[in-house]
């Protein structure tokens, strides 16, 4: 897994925990790997990966089950989308608006193209 500098590494952990799931690589109900191997296939410390799991769980994505460990939960799907979404207009769709006022880009431009992005 390769890094950037942008975002905390444990949310860019969590991220990817995130894309297993989408992808179907994590299935709900599915066990996890546990805290310490993942950090290993990771090469990160133990406790940036405890941290992207407690932010898992924080979100509804994961479940822990004592004894067991960390699980995807049920519904978890629907909460990542649902964080995707959340990021998409609290970060992302800022910056977007940013960008067009700096551009000079008008709502009958954007929604010309994307008119034509949708009959691509």
């Known amino acids: 897994m390769e ?3 942008q975002k905390a590494i444990y949310l860019q952990i969590a991220d990817y925990i995130c894309e297993g799931i989408l ?4 299935q709900e109900g599915e066990r996890l790997p546990s805290v310490r191997d993942f950090a290993s296939q990771v090469e990160v410390n133990v406790n940036t990966v405890t ?3 407690d932010y898992l769980q924080q ?3 994961a479940v ?3 004894g067991l460990g960390l699980f995807v939960a049920t ?3 629907e909460a990542v989308y649902e964080m995707h979404r959340e990021e998409f207009f609290s970060e992302h769709l800022p ?3 940013r960008q067009m006022q700096t551009l000079g880009i008008s709502m009958d431009e954007i ?3 994307l008119k034509d992005f949708t009959n691509n």
């Not at 992808?23 to 994590?26: F, K, L, N, P």
């Open 59 to 61: 979100k509804n994505v």
């Open 95 to 97: 910056e977007i608006f």
């Open 64 to 66: 822990s089950r004592r």
């Open 23 to 26: 992808s179907g690589e994590y």
């Open 51 to 53: 941290r992207s799991f």
């Open 75 to 77: 519904g978890a799907r």
């Open 111 to 113: 929604q010309s193209k």
């Open 3 to 5: 890094f950037r500098n």
